[in-house]
């Protein structure tokens, strides 16, 4: 009892910072409140005295949490319940700190045009200065990809890209395009697709498909793409275009593509069929 009494009272020190995060990520008070609740249960069933630092640790679990709550509202095509800018102060004392910590409703509005991942990337780096070692495992990506992810939210935050909607439609063109090419050997077309300076990120079971851990330079990673994806098939991943590639045991590989300007400036080979988990993936 007093074990647990100790690890209520650790949690309850750091309740005021997670609903912070959740708030960011959530833009809603209930589902907030919903995630640290998750937190505090899953902690409460787990071994803590193995946890080395609990604050690290409580932040990923409401991370994980808010991730897959924001995915579920994407599949379910809802909105956020709170959309309307601060809350309003009331006898909660988390609630008043939370709005005194508030980030305003110009900030939620931009926040929720983001995918889960870009928004859980920048909310928890940018805001949060957690560092991308810490936040790639969690949106299943490699930290370059992870720092990639909070870099384009911060773009449209900042209001250097254009709108989502027509941001995504330019994106699926691009990387549709880049699929015909490859497929059809055209190798002029694909060089015309890519930012000189692209670069190609392969994780460890990509490599283990032929793919090198990284591959610069437009001509090189055309050389390498050339005639090949035959059994790509674009998809969303995590709200962005890209490339899954389907074998007999199901989805083995996906390529995020990053576009900009028109160009692909990069692309992730993931295969590790943790991280492929752990991602939003419709197939189009």
């Known amino acids: ?21 959740a708030y960011r990520m959530l833009g809603s008070a209930a589902e907030a409140d919903d995630a640290v609740q998750e937190a505090w249960l899953r902690l409460s069933r787990s071994d803590a005295d193995g946890i080395e630092n609990l604050s690290a640790w409580l932040t990923t679990v409401v991370g994980r949490v808010c991730l897959d709550m924001l995915r579920s509202r994407r599949t379910r095509s809802e909105t956020p319940l709170e959309a309307t800018g601060p809350i309003e102060a009331d006898d909660d004392p ?19 045009t983001l995918g889960p991942a870009e928004r859980l990337a920048f909310v928890l780096h940018d805001m949060f200065t957690v560092p991308f070692e810490d936040i790639a495992p ?3 990506r490699t930290p370059q990809a992870t720092r ?8 449209r935050v900042q209001g250097g890209e254009v709108s989502p909607d027509a941001d995504l439609a330019r994106q699926r063109e691009v990387v549709e395009a880049f699929l015909a090419a490859s497929r059809g050997g055209d190798f002029e077309a694909l060089v015309a697709l890519l930012d000189p300076d692209i670069v190609v990120r392969a994780d460890a079971g990509a490599v283990k498909f032929g793919a090198a851990p990284v591959t610069r330079g437009a001509p090189v990673v055309a050389g390498f793409f050339h005639g090949k994806a035959r ?5 969303l991943v995590d709200g962005q275009a890209g490339l899954g590639v389907w074998f007999r045991t ?34 189009l």
């Not at 199901?250 to 943790?274: K, N, R, W, Y």
């Open 231 to 235: 059994s790509a098939r674009p998809i």
């Open 250 to 283: 199901g989805l083995s590989i996906v390529l995020a593509f990053t576009v900009e300007d028109g160009q692909v400036v990069e692309i992730e080979a993931i295969a590790d069929p943790e991280a492929i988990a752990a991602m939003e993936v419709v197939p």
């Open 148 to 155: 990639q992810l909070a870099s384009r939210a911060r773009r």
């Open 1 to 21: 009892m007093a074990d647990q009494q100790l690890l209520a009272e650790r949690f309850e020190a750091d309740r005021a910072r997670l609903t912070s995060v």
């Open 94 to 112: 988390e609630r008043e700190a939370l709005e005194a910590d508030s980030v305003g409703l110009a900030l939620l509005v931009v926040l929720d």
């Open 138 to 140: 969690i949106v299943g």
